[in-house]
């Protein structure tokens, strides 16, 4: 960072500071700055940004849920089929369609696609869609049936649901908004609840819904697919640092693995 830029950032901060401490007045101020398109928040401890400094060393944790990974007969089955050219070139012909995008691509597609070959789910409920959905509709079977809740349905995703109104759902509501006991205990064996969330727990968004009142009401032998997750692993140096992004949804889906309430078949990332 240069000198013109430090003294512009000190300049605006010396401005802001009054506006964003703790009173009364400070949801006023940050309610109109969300408006224009920005937060500014104070740096304290009990703040969700954290220290960029301290980054580095909590990103060099080799292990953050489970230090000695078991490996799965899923997993096994994976390996062989990757290493197999001949099925990956498949694959890739029949994912040429969305193969350019940068949202759900290469590995993360393949084993989606494996999951759903190898658990032959009746249903899927993806809580975040798009290209997901793409592989989940080209590999279900032919009575099976994808609900899709995307707040912000982009025009490649209305567009799969319009040519597939007989498999396809769509909810485009917030699952805070839209959130039903049913729909999700209807979830049944090898049934799957894909999770492509905002990645970040917030007063008020997806998340605490999802790990509060949805997963706990999760039927045994459901599998739950997140996306953007790290598991085993703390959060990669280069998310952090490349996106400036502070998930932490990872903490709370991590717990449910060292508390043993869900059973691990896969890591990808």
């Known amino acids: 960072m240069n000198l013109v830029a430090k003294v512009i950032l000190k300049i605006i901060s010396i401005i802001i500071t009054p506006f964003i401490k703790d009173?009364?007045?400070?949801?006023?101020?940050?309610?109109?700055?969300?408006?224009?398109?920005f937060c500014a928040l104070p740096q304290r401890y009990?703040?969700?940004?954290?220290?960029?400094?301290?980054?580095?060393?909590i990103t060099k944790m080799p292990y953050l849920v489970m230090s000695n990974v078991p490996e799965t007969e899923f997993e096994?089955?994976?390996?062989?089929?990757?290493?197999?050219?001949e099925y990956?070139?498949?694959?890739?012909?029949?994912?040429?369609?969305?193969?350019?995008?940068?949202?759900?691509?290469?590995?993360?597609?393949?084993?989606?696609?494996e999951i759903i070959k190898n658990y032959?789910?009746?249903?899927?409920?993806?809580?975040?869609?798009?290209?997901?959905?793409?592989?989940?509709?080209?590999?279900?079977?032919?009575?099976?049936?994808i609900n899709c809740i995307e707040p912000y349905p982009s025009e490649f995703l209305k567009e799969?649901?319009?040519?597939?109104?007989?498999?396809?759902?769509?909810?485009?509501?917030?699952?805070?908004?839209?959130?039903?006991?049913?729909?999700?205990?209807?979830?049944?064996?090898?049934?799957?609840?894909?999770?492509?969330?905002?990645?970040?727990?917030?007063?008020g968004g997806d998340l605490p819904v999802i790990f509060l009142k949805i997963l706990p009401i999760i039927r045994k032998g459901v599998l739950v697919h997140f996306h953007d997750v790290s598991i085993p692993?703390?959060?990669?140096?280069?998310?952090?640092?490349?996106?400036?992004?502070?998930?932490?949804?990872?903490?709370?889906?991590g717990n449910l693995v060292a508390n043993c309430n869900y059973s691990f078949i896969f890591s990808n990332y």
């Open 46 to 57: 009990c703040e969700p940004v954290p220290l960029v400094s301290d980054i580095d060393s």
């Open 23 to 37: 009173s009364g007045r400070r949801m006023v101020y940050l309610k109109f700055m969300q408006k224009l398109g």
């Open 233 to 253: 692993y703390e959060y990669p140096r280069k998310l952090v640092y490349k996106s400036g992004r502070f998930y932490n949804e990872l903490y709370m889906a």
């Open 120 to 145: 032959n789910p009746k249903k899927i409920i993806e809580i975040g869609a798009g290209y997901s959905t793409f592989i989940a509709v080209h590999n279900i079977n032919k009575n099976a049936s």
């Open 88 to 113: 990956l070139g498949i694959f890739k012909k029949s994912i040429a369609k969305i193969a350019a995008n940068k949202m759900f691509c290469g590995f993360d597609a393949f084993i989606y696609s």
């Open 76 to 85: 096994k089955k994976i390996e062989k089929k990757f290493l197999d050219k």
């Open 160 to 203: 799969l649901v319009g040519n597939n109104k007989n498999k396809i759902s769509l909810i485009d509501k917030k699952i805070q908004d839209c959130y039903q006991d049913k729909i999700f205990s209807s979830l049944e064996q090898n049934d799957i609840l894909f999770i492509d969330s905002t990645h970040v727990v917030l007063i």
